[in-house]
């Protein structure tokens, strides 16, 4: 099994070489980067790429451990029993299977997506540590223990919210997604915009990455937001020339609302403007 990329997800040689190195050891694909730098779509594709069934699990606040192996409904049971209901006497009636648990016995190798892990507590790493790597878990409950018909594809996405412990990262392959070089970038708008315009693409690109390179930024701009942008400068008509203009008053760039997405950012360019104008005086 070879991921290679497919013809929506560009994906650049040393990512291809991270995600066959992941699945030729066995071990999980932790992926970093950026937000808006494909990790999570990564996930999606690779299970396109080998026609293997995907399993998501979107990580929250939250979510604890034990959510991804199953989860015991006793209240639920005892109101049955309660009201004298047959199924209360089989405790695997209240038992819910979780992400885990359905990609351990899964027909087929599955693809097993664990979405930004870094946003539950420090421990939440840690409590899968045992099930990851020996690919079997005990269901108290019923005293059996599920084992992994096959083992999953597993890959896992952070944006460095929080620091994982080191003995989670010692049974992960690790890679960051670097933010896309301008050629790449030209290749992934190809893909979402057939057809685009060159001459817009080129300016609206060389603007971008401007927008990314001003110093004191809170959030730079990332590729979901680019294609946002050149999405609304089509509907929107705007023309290239609109776009090359370097008049002070309109340093902010056209639909900026796409690209900038918190006040600090737009007070940025809005000072950067005026410093530009007493400047020119």
Same mark, same amino acid.
């Given at each position: ?107 087929? %190798? ?101 927008? %990314? ?69």
């Amino acid at each position: 099994m070879r991921f290679e990329g497919t013809g929506a997800y560009i994906a650049t040689d040393d990512l291809k070489v991270a995600v066959n190195a992941a699945i030729a050891l066995e071990r999980p694909l932790l992926v970093k980067g950026e937000p808006g730098t494909g990790k999570t779509v990564l996930a999606i594709e690779i299970a396109k790429a080998l026609a293997a069934p995907l399993i998501e699990w979107h990580i929250k606040s939250t979510t604890k451990a034990l959510q991804g192996l199953y989860e015991y409904d006793a209240v639920t049971r005892l109101r049955d029993s309660q009201l004298g209901d047959t199924r209360a006497k089989d405790i695997r009636n209240y038992i819910k299977r979780g992400k885990l648990w359905e990609a351990f016995v899964a027909d087929e %190798r599955p693809v097993l997506l664990i979405d930004e892990i870094d946003k539950a507590d420090i421990e939440f790493p840690n409590d899968l540590l045992q099930e990851l790597d020996r690919m079997e878990f005990f269901v108290y409950e019923t005293g059996e223990t599920i084992h992994a018909r096959r083992r999953p594809i597993v890959v896992i996405t952070s944006n460095n919210e929080k620091e994982l412990p080191d003995a989670f990262l010692r049974r992960c392959f690790f890679h960051y997604i670097r933010f896309p070089d301008p050629d790449t970038m030209r290749a992934i708008v190809e893909v979402h915009f057939p057809g685009i315009k060159h001459r817009l693409v080129a300016e609206a690109l060389k603007l971008f990455y401007e927008i %990314r390179d001003v110093p004191g930024m809170k959030k730079k701009p990332s590729t979901s937001e680019l294609l946002d942008w050149l999405k609304l400068l089509m509907v929107e008509d705007i023309s290239v020339e609109t776009l090359r203009e370097r008049d002070p008053k309109r340093l902010i760039p056209p639909l900026h609302g796409a690209l900038l997405k918190n006040e600090q950012d737009v007070h940025l360019f809005e000072r950067l403007a005026f410093m530009t104008r007493r400047e020119g005086r």
